[in-house]
Structure formats: C-alpha cells, structure tokens
C-alpha cells in the first residue's frame, strides 16, 4: 500500500517545494491547508489548540508538520509569547495527540535553531536557550512532543533548520536580494562572522530521508547546507550569483552597532552582524547525508527566481 503523507502549511515556502518533491515519489500526499487554492490541496482546521483533525489524520502514516506562526521582526500581538504558544506549543501538541490515537507512525517537526539561540555556533548536544517569544513556543513545542511520542510510542523527528533561502524566499533575504540588484550600497563591508543557511532544496531532500530512516527517530538535528559564510561574503555571492558588483562599504561593526540601537534597529542589526552557525554532522551521519546543492547553487537557483519574480511585475 502506498505510504500516505500528512504535510502542514502545504502552500507555504518550505511545503510548496516539499509537496512538489513528494509528488515525484511513490507517496500519497496529503496537502493541508487552511483555504483551498488549487484542487489537490486538502482543507484544514487551523493550527489551535481546539482543532479536530481525526478526518485528515485517518490512515496517514507520517505528518510532517510545517505550520506555525512564524517569526516577524516587528510583533503586533498584545501578547506575543501567548500568540506563538496559541499555534506552534499547544496548536502542535494538539495535532500531534490527535495524530497517534489515529495511529500516525512517525511525526516530523519543524522547529528552528531559534530554540539554541540568537547567536553563537551549535550543536545537537548545545542546551536550548530561546532567547525570543517564537523561539520559547517551538522549544516548548519539541517538549511536549517528546513527551506525547514517549507515550503514545510514535516516532517523533525535530529538525532545527537556520535561516531557509531559495525560490519563492520571502522577508529580510528577498529584501537583501532586492537591494544587492539595485546596486545600493550597503555598510557591511567589514562583517566579520559565521552565519549557517540551508537552501530550500537541502532541507526537503532531508525531510524526505527523515520519512522511512529507523535511525533518526526520536531525535534533535540541527540541519543547513555545510558551509558557513560571513554577511559580507553573502552579499558578494548573492551579487556574483545576480550578476552585479557588490557595492560593500566596510563600516566597522561597533559603528553599524551604535546606529541600530539609535534608530531602534538593533535586533535587525545584530542579526547582519552576529554569528549564528550551527554543526550539522550528527544527521549526515546519521543519515549517511550530504547536502545535495551548494550554496552557489541554491543562491544561483534563488536569484533566478527572483530574476524571473521581477521582470513578471
């Protein structure tokens, strides 16, 4: 019998180009998705801690849960820690019970290497220390999921990715995009860290080994594309890849500190200026896994979209 497939956040960035992966294997996908845009797409409760979901959850052997109220620089809730908690701890948790009382096998989670930290370099065995509301609502997610599969006897798999890039890449990586192509200058010249990034097509190809591999289950990866790059670097990759000459002033950081913090932009700042880099090694050995794109390609592949986004407008 086929293997039926349970993807949440089906339309979104990272379940798009997963479904349209899956679509090429021999799964039955299952599309979730909160409003119906196309005929394959499957409707479904939001993510709540109310949600009934036994009548998409029926006979599906794997969920790869993807849906969450995602990260924003800029959070509007009243409350921001009791809104990310509302869908991404007790909305998850919900699912995720209602997923092994229908005898769901295995449940991949989404999580993010915000629950290591803001800043530093991290490994599988690095203590989570959420420094953010979206960070401490998926750590308090990975928790109770621990705690349901250790009950229940579902496989449970968390995958912590860093920032994700590719075609159809939305916020603060399309806006660099736009301004590297517009031949802004940019004072990041002298940026001297170590960020991680996983291209878009990296991650679905390790969500994809994570359905079936008996030796991943009830583990933590921290996941990303194998090589670590500098903002500066970034941006002159990114240009390469646009075809365009970076235009980098090499502004000291302490300067590019000091003017975030007085123009109120210095989360924004510390996030172009910090390290954030993350050792992947445990799920490659694990999985016997290398990253099947280099990130010359995936930002060759991201560019390119964005080539085609913008002469479309």
């Given at each position: 019998?086929?293997?039926?497939?349970?993807?949440?956040?089906?339309?979104?960035?990272?379940g798009g180009a997963?479904?349209?992966?899956?679509?090429?294997?021999?799964?039955?996908?299952?599309?979730?998705?909160?409003?119906?845009?196309?005929?394959?797409?499957?409707?479904?409760?939001?993510?709540?801690?109310?949600?009934?979901?036994?009548?998409?959850?029926?006979?599906?052997?794997?969920?790869?849960?993807?849906?969450?109220?995602?990260?924003?620089?800029?959070?509007?809730?009243?409350?921001?820690?009791?809104?990310?908690?509302?869908?991404?701890?007790?909305?998850?948790?919900?699912?995720?019970?209602?997923?092994?009382?229908?005898?769901?096998?295995?449940?991949?989670?989404?999580?993010?290497?915000?629950?290591?930290?803001?800043?530093?370099?991290?490994?599988?065995?690095?203590?989570?220390?959420?420094?953010?509301?979206?960070?401490?609502?998926?750590?308090?997610?990975?928790?109770?999921?621990?705690?349901?599969?250790?009950?229940?006897?579902?496989?449970?798999?968390?995958?912590?990715?860093?920032?994700?890039?590719?075609?159809?890449?939305?916020?603060?990586?399309?806006?660099?995009?736009?301004?590297?192509?517009?031949?802004?200058?940019?004072?990041?010249?002298?940026?001297?860290?170590?960020?991680?990034?996983?291209?878009?097509?990296?991650?679905?190809?390790?969500?994809?080994?994570?359905?079936?591999?008996?030796?991943?289950?009830?583990?933590?990866?921290?996941?990303?594309?194998?090589?670590?790059?500098?903002?500066?670097?970034?941006?002159?990759?990114?240009?390469?890849?646009?075809?365009?000459?970076?235009?980098?002033?090499?502004?000291?950081?302490?300067?590019?500190?000091l003017a975030g913090?007085?123009?109120?932009?210095?989360?924004?700042?510390?996030?172009?200026?910090?390290?954030?880099?993350?050792?992947?090694?445990?799920?490659?050995?694990?999985?016997?896994?290398?990253?099947?794109?280099t990130m010359d390609?995936?930002?060759?592949?991201?560019?390119?979209?964005?080539?085609?986004?913008?002469?479309?407008?």
């Amino acid at each position: 019998m086929m293997e039926k497939i349970l993807v949440t956040g089906a339309n979104g960035f990272v379940g798009g180009a997963l479904c349209k992966h899956l679509d090429k294997t021999d799964k039955d996908v299952i599309r979730a998705v909160r409003s119906i845009t196309s005929p394959n797409e499957t409707e479904f409760d939001g993510i709540d801690p109310d949600g009934k979901y036994d009548a998409v959850l029926t006979e599906v052997d794997v969920v790869i849960h993807l849906a969450a109220r995602v990260h924003v620089m800029q959070d509007t809730a009243a409350n921001p820690l009791d809104a990310f908690r509302e869908v991404n701890t007790y909305g998850t948790l919900n699912l995720a019970r209602q997923a092994a009382e229908c005898g769901v096998r295995r449940f991949i989670f989404l999580s993010s290497v915000k629950v290591n930290g803001e800043s530093g370099t991290f490994s599988d065995e690095s203590a989570p220390q959420p420094k953010d509301p979206y960070g401490v609502s998926k750590w308090e997610a990975e928790e109770g999921l621990k705690k349901i599969c250790s009950e229940t006897g579902m496989e449970v798999v968390i995958l912590r990715p860093p920032l994700v890039y590719g075609s159809g890449v939305t916020a603060n990586f399309l806006q660099l995009m736009r301004a590297v192509d517009r031949g802004i200058p940019l004072p990041l010249g002298a940026i001297d860290n170590r960020r991680s990034l996983i291209y878009i097509g990296n991650l679905v190809d390790v969500i994809t080994r994570c359905l079936d591999h008996p030796a991943v289950a009830g583990k933590t990866y921290l996941v990303s594309d194998g090589e670590d790059v500098s903002t500066t670097l970034l941006i002159r990759k990114l240009a390469k890849a646009l075809g365009r000459s970076p235009r980098l002033l090499p502004i000291p950081s302490s300067a590019l500190r000091l003017a975030g913090r007085l123009l109120g932009k210095g989360q924004q700042m510390d996030r172009l200026l910090d390290s954030l880099a993350v050792d992947a090694g445990s799920i490659c050995k694990d999985l016997d896994w290398k990253p099947p794109f280099t990130m010359d390609e995936g930002l060759k592949a991201a560019t390119e979209w964005y080539r085609k986004l913008r002469s479309d407008r």
